[in-house]
T-cell receptor, first 110, second 113 residues
Framework: EAQVTQNPRYLITVTGKKLTVTCSQNMNHEYMSWYRQDPGLGLRQIYYSMNVEVTDKGDVPEGYKVSRKEKRNFPLILESPSPNQTSLYFC?????????FGPGTRLTVL | KQEVTQIPAALSVPEGENLVLNCSFTDSAIYNLQWFRQDPGKGLTSLLLIQSSQREQTSGRLNASLDKSSGRSTLYIAASQPGDSATYLCAVGSYSSASKIIFGSGTRLSIRP
């Protein structure tokens, strides 16, 4: 089944403790992207990647890092999480124009 | 900077009605516009994608239109059903960078049986 998977689905952590949210797609898509969704603000793009080893900032990249060492994986790294990064995170991929989204990761930073 | 607005934020209609959801954007130089559906606690599902050269797209009971000159898109849902209850989001890909996607904050639709 063609899909985008994210892990973990739920995470509660404390300020300053490094974490990684993984994203994987099995559709051989070149483009992948991370978003965060907050009430009243909609989805905002954090980072995107056009292909392996090619990444670029979206609208809200501060406090996040990404890497794209393989086509299928696009992990989101929070080196020192803060409470304002509490949010619902989505990973997405696409080949042409239609984006396919993962199920989301709900992150709480205490 | 592109801004995407969806009004109203919430809408409740009785089952069977035809309805229109609105999306407006400030920069008409768009690459494409996509409508998504989001169910509570779930990810987004793509409904319709309109390229900048197109005026509308249809899928079943859904019809999306695009008017770049006025910075507007509408999603028309015919004969609404309770199963259509969800949040609907529009997203714009800019012409300068189709990889940068700007989302509206969504319209939460409730269909009353």
């Amino acid at each position: 089944e063609a899909q985008v998977t994210q892990n973990p689905r739920y995470l509660i952590t404390v300020t300053g403790k490094k974490l990684t949210v993984t994203c994987s797609q099995n559709m051989n898509h070149e483009y992948m992207s991370w978003y965060r969704q907050d009430p009243g603000l909609g989805l905002r793009q954090i980072y995107y990647s056009m292909n392996v080893e090619v990444t670029d900032k979206g609208d809200v990249p501060e406090g996040y890092k990404v890497s794209r060492k393989e086509k299928r994986n696009f992990p989101l790294i929070l080196e020192s999480p803060s409470p304002n990064q509490t949010s619902l995170y989505f990973c997405a991929s696409k080949r042409t124009d239609t984006q396919y989204f993962g199920p989301g990761t709900r992150l709480t930073v205490l | 900077k592109q801004e995407v607005t969806q009004i109203p934020a919430a809408l409740s209609v009785p089952e069977g009605e035809n309805l229109v959801l609105n999306c407006s954007f400030t920069d008409s130089a768009i690459y494409n516009l996509q409508w998504f559906r989001q169910d509570p606690g779930k990810g987004l599902t793509s409904l319709l994608l309109i390229q900048s050269s197109q005026r509308e797209q249809t899928s079943g009971r859904l019809n999306a239109s695009l008017d770049k000159s006025s910075g507007r898109s509408t999603l028309y849902i015919a004969a609404s059903q309770p199963g259509d209850s969800a949040t609907y989001l529009c997203a714009v890909g800019s012409y300068s960078s189709a990889s940068k996607i700007i989302f509206g904050s969504g319209t939460r639709l409730s269909i009353r049986p």
